[in-house]
């Protein structure tokens, strides 16, 4: 499961930005997981919750938020949200091929919410 190795590599992140800013407390991570992104959303809850029983982050919240898949017509320029990924028609012009994909790739960390004494 390759879901475990990013959350793991998340957590390195998250260590480091804790020793970056002094961190006390570490509360609740927001994590932004694309359609794209090839991490299913339920998977990465359940290698957190295997990585985070003990150790420094027991009991830290992850939050996921799953961001729709967002592309650009090569055609016509039109912005849209495919229903399906593998077919993706243009509703403007019905375009299937040679759309940039704008959005939906993208898994990262988007907020730690933690406490930092003054
Ligand atoms: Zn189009």
Request: net charge negative.
């Amino acid at each position: 499961m390759h879901e475990l190795s990013l959350i793991e590599s998340m957590l390195s992140i998250i260590r480091e930005e804790r020793e970056k800013h002094g961190m006390t407390r570490i509360h609740r991570i927001r994590v932004v997981n694309g359609a794209l992104s090839g991490a299913v959303s339920d998977a990465l809850s359940f290698g957190w919750e295997c990585l985070t029983q003990e150790g420094d982050m027991q009991g830290v919240a992850l939050d996921i938020t799953d961001a729709p898949l967002q592309v650009v017509c090569g055609s016509c320029g039109w912005e849209f949200t495919p229903e399906d990924v593998h077919c993706m028609a243009c509703p403007a012009c019905g375009e299937i091929l040679g759309h940039e994909v704008m959005s939906g790739k993208e898994l990262y960390i988007e907020e730690i919410e933690a406490d930092i004494p003054d």
